[in-house]
């Protein structure tokens, strides 16, 4: 019996185990994507503070502009187109670093996934392992335990066997010790 609580202690054990790794791997995925969240978010925020500082600067750069140069009307429209080239240079390359950022982002969180995933697989197999561990040592319990209806009966034969055994040695005892007495009651 105490064979069989190991194995039910043991696959419990084990269980619990694997039940631990499942979360500790979950809460490191979610852990990983929140920082992975947060650095993205904080990188995109740092990018747009720094193009309204440009366009900030390059406003204040064409309202002097037009202050000061208000009666040369040529060299103050080609100020202001290369100040709204130079606008939508800073809005391409803001949208072209947001793209690849959230495309490394989205990257990181599939490889997140798949390894968690991965984990949750592995772990899955080891608890089925141990759960039928588990039921087999409860069943081997329960069957020392509770001994069979089938086992009974070959109890039952065994022990009736030896008793006709016995008789039978007995009788064939006393026959041969009635066949000795019987000559020496003659004489």
């Not at 500082?53 to 202001?80: C, H, I, N, Q, W």
């Not at 800073?90 to 995933?117: C, I």
């Amino acid at each position: 019996m105490a064979k069989y609580k190991d194995t039910v202690i043991e696959a419990t054990d084990e269980l619990g185990a694997s039940v631990r790794e499942v979360n500790r791997a979950v809460a490191e995925g979610i852990m990983g994507a929140s920082e992975r969240n947060i650095k993205f978010a904080q990188g995109t925020f740092e990018h747009e503070v720094e193009l309204l500082r440009s366009y900030a600067k390059s406003t204040r750069g064409v309202a002097d502009k037009l202050v000061g140069e208000s009666e040369k009307a040529e060299p103050l429209l080609e100020f202001v187109t290369d100040a709204a080239i130079a606008a939508e240079e800073r809005n391409v390359k803001f949208v072209q670093g947001f793209l690849k950022d959230g495309t490394e982002l989205l990257e990181s969180h599939v490889e997140g996934t798949r390894a968690l995933m991965k984990t949750i697989t592995e772990q899955s197999r080891k608890q089925r392992e141990v759960l039928g561990m588990f039921v087999r040592g409860t069943w081997d319990a329960y069957r020392g335990f509770f001994p069979s209806p089938l086992g009974v009966t070959e109890r039952v034969m065994e022990r009736a066997e030896s008793i006709a055994k016995r008789g039978v040695d007995a009788a064939e005892k006393v026959a041969t010790h009635e066949k000795a007495a019987i000559p020496a009651a003659k004489k």
